[in-house]
């Protein structure tokens, strides 16, 4: 979205710089031209008047008369040559040598007056104007390009946002956290993905509810129903009758364990989808969206992630979060790239690092590069904010640890015991596939 916004602006103000900016060069030089030769004839044919007003008076033409019309401060400097009916020849000014563009006029008595300019002042003349149009088209240009990624952030940023409040909901947290962004169908999508996850999170408390009054229901009869089968089985002299009470008290006790299960599970705050992730496979991932990208880059991302390691955690916010770590990196670091992880204290918690060997983040974003529209100016200023917010929901954090070079560390908790597969589902004993003989 993005990127198609800055092309579609960029091409569009391409056009416009081209189809307007050549022939307004173009127009503008010949403008040019065309001023500095006409003031050449005005120069000219006031000479020639000024001519006949002293042969009016009987005055004597003289060289100092035509200093006047060799130029001034906004006219180029010309050669002025008078010749009178009589063969007498006046100059003045600078004679010009080379190419040169002319004005010719004629005094009442016949005298005739011819003023001279470079060619070469003409042509810088207007270069000048054609420089300043290619100036102007350049500004343009890049005051299109600023208010083109000013809009595209300004279009991508609440997607992206959207995005991560989508990735929220199809996780499990059906109250995710959405902002108007002013963009009218952009909020129209959120109000009613808003409106969805009140549904959810309605026919969740229904559920959650139901379990709850089920439980509640059935807990008192069937502890009244397990005292009364402990009596027969205690006061029957038959046997088999206390054998039949003692295995309907056991189902009755399993069938009152089922149902405080429900009811602590009815219980709980809702917290998201978290499990027992095995890191490196969401590592791996990651490593095999972005590794292309790298090397287009003429860079290296190395993963160095125990194969062991486990840690509970949402696998879609994980994946995006570390995805926001590591294209932070590919477009703000340099060098290699690395992810690695470490175990951080006796509770069994884990710490990804996310780290590179460029300049590193700047002293004064550091303080504030998890904020949210905090930028350096080449991204939204979303993604660190919005991978914070997605680890924090399942109970972690992420901190700057190393300002230069930049080290970003994801703090999880470890799989306690409970839940480790070796201790919950011990493994078996080993079976032996190969073929015995007989016993003779």
């Known amino acids: ?165 989508a990735e929220q909901l199809g996780s499990g947290q059906v109250r995710p956290s959405l902002e108007p962004s002013g963009v009218e169908e952009i909020d129209l999508v959120a109000a009613e993905l808003a409106r969805s996850s009140d549904r959810m999170a309605g026919k969740m408390a229904a559920e959650r509810q139901f379990a709850s009054d089920a439980s509640h229901q059935l807990r008192t009869p069937l502890t009244a129903l397990s005292m009364r089968l402990e ?76 194969p062991d390691a486990q840690v509970l955690a949402t696998p879609g916010a994980l994946a995006q979060a570390l995805a926001t770590l590591i294209e932070n990196s590919l477009k703000h670091g340099a060098g290699q790239t690395t992810v690695r992880s470490r175990p951080s204290g006796a509770s069994g918690a884990m710490v990804i690092e996310v780290g590179d060997e460029g300049e590193g983040v700047p002293d004064d974003l550091a303080a504030r590069v998890f904020d949210r529209g905090a930028t350096s100016g080449a991204g939204t200023g979303l993604g660190l904010s919005l991978a914070r917010d997605l680890v924090a929901v399942d109970g972690g954090r992420i901190e700057l640890a190393q300002r230069r070079p930049a080290v970003f560390a994801v703090f999880l908790a470890g799989v306690p015991k409970s839940l480790d597969p070796l201790v919950v589902l011990p493994r078996g004993s080993r079976v032996s596939t190969v073929k015995r003989g007989r016993r003779r």
């Not at 006047?68 to 010749?83: D, H, W």
């Not at 000014?93 to 004005?103: D, H, K, M, N, T």
């Not at 189902?251 to 219980?267: A, I, M, P, W, Y």
Request: net charge negative; proline share 2%.
């Open 1 to 165: 979205m993005r990127r198609r916004v800055l092309q579609a602006t960029i091409a569009a103000v391409t056009v416009a710089v081209v189809l307007l900016g050549f022939p307004l060069a173009f127009l503008g030089a010949q403008y040019a031209r065309d001023t500095e030769l006409r003031e050449l004839d005005s120069r000219a044919s006031n000479l020639a008047s000024t001519i006949d007003f002293r042969n009016q008076k009987n005055l004597r033409l003289t060289d100092g008369m035509l200093d006047g019309y060799t130029g001034g401060v906004n006219s180029l400097p010309a050669s002025v040559l008078v010749v009178t009916t009589s063969g007498d020849r006046l100059q003045s000014g600078q004679p010009v040598a080379g190419r040169s563009l002319s004005a010719e006029a004629t005094a009442g008595d016949g005298t005739l007056v011819i003023l001279t300019i470079s060619w070469w002042d003409v042509f810088w003349l207007s270069a000048r104007v054609v420089a300043l149009v290619v100036v102007a088209a350049v500004v343009a240009f890049g005051a299109g390009i600023a208010m083109a990624m000013w809009q595209a952030n300004r279009l991508a940023a609440p997607l992206v946002y959207l995005a991560a409040s």
């Open 231 to 306: 009596e027969i089985s205690m006061a029957s002299d038959n046997p088999d009758v206390s054998e039949e009470a003692r295995i309907a008290l056991e189902q009755v006790e399993r069938l009152v364990s089922v149902v405080d299960d429900l009811l602590k599970r009815s219980r709980r705050t809702q917290g998201g989808t978290t499990e027992a992730v095995h890191l490196i496979e969401v590592v791996r991932q990651q490593e095999e969206e972005w590794a292309p990208s790298f090397e287009a880059a003429g860079r290296k991302l190395v993963i160095d992630v125990a």
